[in-house]
């Protein structure tokens, strides 16, 4: 019944989870949730009375502008120039998005033809490369390697691979490793795709889920980049509003207004109480995301902490809502992940479903209250004592 072009994408790796978590709990395991990165914690009370009295509003419940309301976009381009010192035209350079998924998802198909070949992190978040497929272009799988603090390595790239490249997605700070960029890094990437004629497609979900004062930066920031890249940002992890859906694409005019074209086909925008409430997310006081980080960075100073103890070697994450595992004594990811489930109840994702390079690793997230993850760290520690990482 499934067309071709569906039969080529897995289902999604966390609605798979998901069905697997429903299963147990219907046999009354209390089931514990690394696995999904969904932040607990509760959006701003100001963000949160912003919806609420956008909601009163009547001309907000009519169909929104396409590209963004132009209160929105500002919003993004002053935030741009706040954060990053980078000047943006908000009515050319920047697009509301119904979540950075959905922007992320279409590209392609504002972008390639078939046969095209997008480059695509391995391991890496899983949209970028299905819906390179769903858009018959061809994934081209780049390793992030730990040596290398997860970022590529430009030279091993296949130069008539880069030259058949149209667009390469990174995503700094990383999901899933954790790995973040440093601006030498971006000043290469954008040499490289200025060499190749290769669209820089950078997914900045994470900037501002950073660790011990670390403030990860933009690609824009680099001379040219613009002439070459976009940026991807999503309001959902920053001010916990994962539900909402809600996210932007900044960038290069041209690309920009591709995929903004590409939407008036396919959608009809952001609902605008949202866009509102986004709004004064950005153009308020961040001191409430500081207050969230604060107990972030707490959870992962007592997962990185608790597993080494067990003897595992953990790297500290300076971004981002996870923690990169190597499985103990070489097993494979899923049956690390399987036997970390059956016997303590603690849903964590196997690596492998990131790409073949996420095989040996799995991801442990901490958007779970603090005694759930106690709990969940407890459980591990007493079923895996003594099981060396080898
Ligand atoms: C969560 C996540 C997204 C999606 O964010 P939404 O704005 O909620 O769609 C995009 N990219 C990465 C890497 C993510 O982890």
Known sequence: MESKRLQRVPSYLFSDLDRKQEALQAQGMDVINLGVGDPDLPPPPHVVEALRQALNEPANHRYPPYAGTKEFREAVAQWYQRRFGVSLDPDREVLALIGSKEGLAHLPWALLDPGDVALVPDPGYPVYKTAVLLADGEPFPVPLDP??????????????????????????????????ATKEFFRDLVKFAQDYGIILVQDNSYSEIAYDGYRPPSLLEVEGAKEVGIEFHSLSKTYCITGWRIGFVV???????????????LDSG???????????????PQDEVLKRLEVFQRRRDLVVNRLRELGWEVPLPKATFYIWLRTPDGSTARTFAETVLMRTGVVVTPGSGYGERGEGYVRLSITVPDARLEEALNRITEAFKGFGQG
């Not at 667009?167 to 990383?174: H, K, M, Q």
């Not at 960038?251 to 086909?265: D, E, F, H, R, S």
């Not at 952001?270 to 308020?284: C, D, E, P, S, Y």
């Open 270 to 284: 952001v609902f605008r109480a949202i866009q509102h409430a986004g709004t004064v997310a950005l153009n308020g």
């Open 251 to 265: 960038g290069n005019p041209k690309v920009v207004g591709a995929l903004g074209k590409l939407k008036t086909n």
């Open 147 to 180: 040596q290398s603090g997860f970022l590529p390595d430009l030279e091993t790239i296949p130069p008539e691979i880069a030259r058949r490249a149209k667009v390469f997605f990174l995503n700094y700070p990383n999901n899933p490793t954790a790995g973040v």
